[in-house]
């Protein structure tokens, strides 16, 4: 399966600035996701991000909250945007590689807005 | 909507004894499922999945789960729990429609005492 680097892998941020969160596989791939664990939840899914093309948001997510870029195929960006405590959660991509069996996740971001 | 249902926070079990997590769902379509663990600081680990064929599926760790179309389940199982094996399990399904999203259910966190 592939390997993930998500960084930072925490943060504390004041409430109205950003944060870009970046992802860094091992490997090309051509599917890239980015989810969201909000505390005491499940995951959710944020945006799906093709290489070369903009990213497919899920109800209930937008662009210009959650910017994602994907300037290749090792490499995706996720920023959340001026935030406000309701944003804390844990942020973690994952990437598709070799049909159903090969989803990984990364080991996820946790962020704190106060 | 598409859901899946983990009906308990958490499970306490004695280490050697056998443990269950439970998951159900509701779909429309084929579901593919799977099954994930969660340590602390650290990503989702891929357990198992239920993809066609035999209904009991083994996977890491000594986990098993079995695909019951009937009831819409798919507890996870384990004949004897160790202590290494707390941490969040979470139950996730991807319909044949969409290999792209993943619909997790709320998690479950397992604690094993000595």
């Known amino acids: 399966s592939a390997v993930i680097s998500q960084k930072p892998s925490r943060d504390i941020c004041q409430r109205g600035t950003s944060l870009t969160i970046q992802c860094q596989v091992d490997?090309?791939?051509?599917?890239m996701f980015w989810y969201r664990q909000q505390p005491g939840q499940s995951l959710t899914l944020i945006a799906t991000a093709n290489q070369g093309s903009e990213a497919t948001y899920e109800s209930g997510f937008v662009i210009d909250k959650f910017p994602i870029s994907r300037p290749n195929l090792t490499f995706s960006t996720l920023t959340v945007s001026n935030m406000s405590p309701e944003d804390s959660s844990i942020y973690l991509c994952?990437?598709?590689?070799?049909?159903?069996?090969?989803?990984?996740f990364g080991s996820g971001t946790r962020l704190t807005v106060v | 909507a598409q859901s899946v249902a983990q009906p308990e926070d958490q499970v306490n079990v004695a280490e050697g004894n056998p443990l269950t997590v439970k998951c159900t769902y509701s779909?429309?379509?084929?579901?593919?499922l799977f099954w994930y663990v969660q340590y602390p600081n650290r990503g989702l680990q891929f357990l198992l999945k239920?993809?066609?064929?035999?209904?009991l599926v083994k996977g890491s760790y000594g986990f098993e789960a079995e695909f019951n179309k009937s009831q819409t389940s798919f507890h996870l199982k384990k004949p004897s729990a160790l202590v290494s094996d707390s941490a969040l399990y979470f139950c996730?399904?991807?319909?044949?429609?969409?290999?792209?999203?993943?619909?997790f259910g709320s998690g479950t966190k397992l604690n094993v005492k000595p």
């Open positions: 239920y993809i066609t064929g035999d209904n």
């Open positions: 490997s090309q791939v051509t599917m």
């Open positions: 994952s990437v598709l590689r070799g049909g159903l069996y090969g989803y990984t």
């Open positions: 996730a399904v991807i319909l044949g429609d969409n290999f792209n999203k993943f619909y």
């Open positions: 779909v429309s379509g084929n579901p593919y």
